[in-house]
Every structure is written in C-alpha cells, then in structure tokens.
C-alpha cells in the first residue's frame, strides 16, 4: 500500500511539474540560475548522503543474522530477520529513488533557468537596440518638423502631410514594441517580426519626406 501511494504521489508531482513547465515563462535572472544550481547542487549531495546511508543500513541489517544465528538451524525467527533484511532494502530503494528524484527535479528546474535567462537576454538585447532607434527617429522626425515649420505654400501641406504618415508609423512601431515587451517571455519572438516590419514602415516614411 505504502508503495502504491508513493507512486501516486510521484506521478502527482511529475504532472505539476509539467502544468508549471506548460505555463507562462517568466524573466530570469543570473541569481535565479545561481540559486537554481545550488538546489542541484544540494540534491546531487543528498543523493550521495541518500545511497551511502541506505547501504550502511542495509549492511547493518545483514549483519544480524550473521552474529546470533550462525551455523543454527532455520527458525522463524530466521524467517523474521530475512523479512527484517528484505524491508531493510526496500526502504533502502526507496529512500534512494526519491533522492535521485529530486535531483532530476533540480536539473529540470535549472535548465529552465538556463533557458529563461538566455530568453531574457536576447529580448533585452533586442529591445535596448529598438529603443535606440526609436530615440534616433525621434530626433529625425523633430529635424522634420522644423523642416516643416519653416516651409511655405503648398510645399508646407505636403510635408505636413508627410510628417502626419511618419508620426502615424512611429507611433506603430512604439506601440508594437510595447506589445513585445509586454509578452510573456516564452512568446517574446513571436512579437519580433511585428516589430521589425513596424521599423522598416517608419524607415520608408521618413525617407519619403521631402
């Protein structure tokens, strides 16, 4: 019985473990890794401190019958001590599988981290040199104003018109940024192209001002 409701409560543990992983994915940082590879760390001891101390007990069970029943005949309390033996090595397994559990649990867990904090850095990566270019066509588009400001005529309602375009392509570009840092970070990518098509539309608009 004991055994079957360790191998329920294992299987629950697994499906948690597989609801977190299916869920959102959250910014991680180079402490959430260092904390993630001590608790690996720690798991791979207890695993070591788990197999040592269940063969030492298993040992120590095997030498009962070896000093208060050599060269007796079989009896059931011979019978008693082998069953003592079996239960010994079962619990023995037992306390070693768990062990060795939590330790795939912890390596799981880290190459999440790994991977969360790899996912973090591109997307900053990418978005700082966004922001730079953004700030770059802001300035663009202030020399453009005042280019506008100071034209006349028809010549002026034409760059107006122009410059109504590029604001109009800048503020897509911001907003589809703000959408890509605004998305969970496992789906970061799939914001990326938006926002390089977004840039690209801005880029032609400001070109097109003449």
């Given at each position: 019985?004991?055994?079957?409701?360790?191998?329920?409560?294992?299987?629950?543990?697994?499906?948690?473990?597989?609801f977190a992983t299916l869920g959102c994915t959250r910014d991680a940082t180079q402490r959430d890794v260092s904390n993630a590879q001590q608790k690996l760390d720690n798991a791979q001891q207890n695993t070591?401190?788990?197999?040592?101390?269940?063969?030492?007990?298993?040992?120590?069970?095997?030498?009962?019958?070896?000093e208060?029943?050599?060269?007796?005949?079989?009896?059931?309390?011979?019978?008693?001590r082998q069953q003592n033996m079996a239960d010994a090595q079962q619990n023995a397994n037992q306390r070693i599988a768990d062990a060795q559990?939590?330790?795939?649990?912890?390596a799981a867990e880290l190459k999440t981290k790994q991977q969360d904090l790899q996912m973090t850095q591109e997307r900053d990566n990418f978005v700082?040199?966004?922001?730079?270019?953004?700030?770059?066509?802001d300035k663009r588009i202030n020399e453009l104003s005042q280019q506008?400001?100071?034209?006349?005529?028809a010549n002026k309602d034409a760059i107006n018109r122009q410059m109504d375009s590029v604001k109009s392509a800048r503020d897509r570009a911001?907003?589809?940024?703000?959408?890509?840092k605004g998305a969970d970070l496992g789906a970061w990518k799939n914001h990326q192209d938006h926002v390089?098509?977004?840039?690209?539309?801005l880029d032609t608009s400001v070109k097109n001002v003449k």
């Open positions: 019985m004991k055994s079957s409701q360790m191998t329920i409560l294992t299987l629950l543990g697994l499906a948690m473990l597989g070591a401190d788990a197999t040592r101390d269940a063969q030492r007990d298993v040992a120590n069970q095997q030498a009962i019958p070896q208060h029943v050599a060269a007796k005949p079989v009896t059931p309390d011979m019978d008693s559990q939590q330790e795939r649990t912890a700082k040199q966004a922001e730079q270019k953004l700030a770059e066509y506008a400001s100071n034209a006349q005529g911001k907003s589809a940024l703000n959408d890509l390089r098509m977004a840039f690209q539309e």
